[in-house]
């Protein structure tokens, strides 16, 4: 999904990874991510045997960071008076 979550890194396009800092990947539930990261869904494979219990965890926390530094950045550069 590359370094911010934006899906535009080179391997991000080959495998036409999903943005993770859009509107809709926000809503997703933490576990919801998890599952993902374990189980797979579309194009991305299960992590069952690579990823175990807690680091699944970690890895959620970082997509809602990758989240959160995407929403202050897109505050940051809307115009004065809508943030």
């Known amino acids: 999904h590359g370094n911010t979550g934006n899906a535009d890194s080179p391997v991000s396009a080959k495998v036409a990874a999903l943005p993770l800092t859009t509107p809709r990947a926000m809503a997703w539930s933490d576990g919801y ?23 699944r965890w970690e890895i959620v926390n970082y997509v809602r960071k990758l989240q959160a530094d995407a929403r202050a950045e897109a505050q940051a550069a809307a115009p004065p008076g809508l943030n």
């Open 33 to 55: 991510i998890y599952s993902i990261i374990r189980y797979g869904r579309g194009v991305m494979p299960r992590y069952a045997a690579q990823v175990r219990g807690q680091n």
